[in-house]
């Protein structure tokens, strides 16, 4: 069994060798006893557990050690721990408010324990590591690598820079993706996500989500709840957005997205906020989904009367290039309209 060092004050082993706990080390707004009141900063060197106790202001930095450590924070507020390159490290944070993680280039473990009431923030290093949030209000920064970022409870805020794996399944969080290519499934609690310039994926299996398209490429799909799904903000960036079962609504984008609302009442929306793309509506259901058309300052019927029908599919032209094709619906009237 692993000893734990318990750090319960003073400044012990202030010079640390690696470049980043260097740096912070040799950091005197941080460092500063007269600033920290007298507590801990410690450099673990060697393997082990390293646990903070109600200490505020301390720091557990692991450097240059030849085995994986684990350094968990504890109940004092503004603790530090700081990871370095050793794969297989685990940062946990403790039950106090601000305290900061930051992982190295190795592939680690950063985290929440299960105990509520405690707020991190977390950043990630260059390594592949596994993130996980399991209570508190966090803050959590994905690094370089391909990470995987699990939501357990509290309220998060997330923001996936690389090829992520994100999987929120409770709480109230909010997600941004990156430049990578990032897979989000959220299977619980209400979430706002956003897709950023890659090719993102997007899902929802519970709760009533609010979920936007990036700039890049991607896939939404609602789920059991009624969810919000908005597509690509960017001209660069289509959409594909499924809303499946509950009562969603669609907005098209900026770019040319394609929307499928699913089982349920769905409405879908286009609007001069994201006007410009060419879209298409793949189950429009008469007599259940509704066509919203806003900003245009048309009625009903109106929008009705500018529907040409091509193939056996209706299309809406609209003054700013917006164009619907609502598929094998031939027979749309101002009742399938909103405005």
Same mark, same amino acid.
């Given at each position: 069994?692993?000893?734990?060092?318990?750090?319960?004050?003073?400044?012990?082993?202030?010079?640390?060798?690696?470049?980043?706990?260097?740096?912070?080390?040799?950091?005197?707004?941080?460092?500063?006893?007269?600033?920290?009141?007298?507590?801990?900063?410690?450099?673990?060197?060697?393997?082990?557990?390293?646990?903070?106790?109600?200490?505020?202001?301390?720091?557990?930095?692991?450097?240059?050690?030849?085995?994986?450590?684990?350094?968990?924070?504890?109940?004092?507020?503004?603790?530090?721990?700081?990871?370095?390159?050793?794969?297989?490290?685990?940062?946990?944070?403790?039950?106090?408010?601000?305290?900061?993680?930051?992982?190295?280039?190795?592939?680690?473990?950063?985290?929440?324990?299960?105990?509520?009431?405690?707020?991190?923030?977390?950043?990630?290093?260059?390594?592949?590591?596994?993130?996980?949030?399991?209570?508190?209000?966090?803050?959590?920064?994905?690094?370089?690598?391909?990470?995987?970022?699990?939501?357990?409870?509290?309220?998060?805020?997330?923001?996936?820079?690389g090829n992520d794996t994100v999987?929120?399944?409770?709480?109230?969080?909010?997600?941004?993706?990156g430049t990578g290519n990032a897979?989000?499934?959220?299977?619980?609690?209400?979430?706002?996500?956003? =897709?950023? @310039? $890659?090719?993102?994926?997007?899902?929802?299996?519970?709760? %009533?989500? *609010?979920? &936007? #398209? /990036?700039? +890049? !490429?991607?896939?939404i799909a609602g789920g059991g709840?009624?969810?919000?799904?908005?597509?690509?903000?960017?001209?660069?960036?289509?959409?594909?957005?499924? =809303?499946? @079962? $509950?009562?969603?609504?669609?907005?098209?984008?900026?770019? %040319?997205? *394609?929307? &499928? #609302? /699913?089982? +349920? !009442?769905?409405?879908?929306?286009?609007?001069?906020?994201?006007?410009?793309?060419?879209?298409?509506?793949?189950?429009?259901?008469?007599?259940?989904?509704?066509?919203?058309?806003?900003?245009?300052?048309?009625?009903?019927?109106?929008?009705?009367?500018?529907?040409?029908?091509?193939? +056996?599919?209706?299309?809406?032209?609209?003054?700013?290039?917006?164009?619907?094709?609502?598929?094998?619906?031939?027979?749309?009237?101002?009742?399938?309209?909103?405005?």
């Amino acid at each position: 069994m692993s000893t734990v060092t318990t750090v319960t004050g003073g400044i012990t082993n202030a010079t640390a060798p690696s470049t980043l706990a260097g740096a912070i080390l040799k950091n005197t707004s941080l460092v500063d006893s007269t600033k920290l009141n007298g507590n801990a900063i410690v450099n673990a060197t060697v393997g082990g557990v390293y646990a903070l106790s109600t200490v505020s202001g301390g720091a557990v930095i692991a450097s240059d050690n030849t085995a994986p450590v684990t350094l968990i924070g504890g109940a004092g507020n503004n603790q530090l721990l700081v990871a370095n390159d050793k794969a297989g490290t685990i940062l946990q944070a403790g039950t106090g408010t601000n305290q900061t993680i930051v992982g190295g280039a190795g592939g680690q473990l950063l985290g929440t324990s299960t105990v509520a009431g405690g707020s991190a923030t977390i950043l990630g290093g260059s390594g592949a590591d596994t993130v996980v949030a399991a209570a508190g209000n966090n803050v959590l920064t994905a690094g370089e690598g391909n990470n995987l970022i699990g939501l357990v409870g509290g309220n998060n805020q997330v923001f996936a820079a690389g090829n992520d794996t994100v999987i929120a399944g409770g709480g109230n969080a909010t997600i941004g993706a990156g430049t990578g290519n990032a897979v989000i499934n959220v299977v619980g609690g209400s979430n706002l996500v956003i =897709g950023g @310039a $890659g090719n993102s994926t997007i899902a929802s299996a519970a709760g %009533n989500n *609010t979920l &936007f #398209g /990036g700039s +890049g !490429n991607t896939t939404i799909a609602g789920g059991g709840g009624n969810d919000l799904l908005i597509g690509s903000t960017s001209k660069t960036g289509n959409a594909v957005l499924g =809303g499946f @079962a $509950g009562n969603d609504t669609l907005i098209g984008g900026v770019g %040319n997205d *394609t929307l &499928f #609302g /699913g089982e +349920g !009442n769905d409405v879908f929306v286009f609007s001069t906020v994201f006007g410009g793309g060419k879209h298409v509506i793949g189950d429009f259901k008469a007599g259940t989904d509704l066509i919203a058309v806003q900003g245009y300052g048309l009625s009903a019927a109106q929008v009705a009367a500018k529907v040409t029908v091509t193939g +056996g599919s209706s299309i809406i032209s609209l003054s700013d290039g917006t164009q619907i094709t609502v598929a094998g619906v031939s027979n749309l009237t101002a009742s399938n309209f909103a405005v």
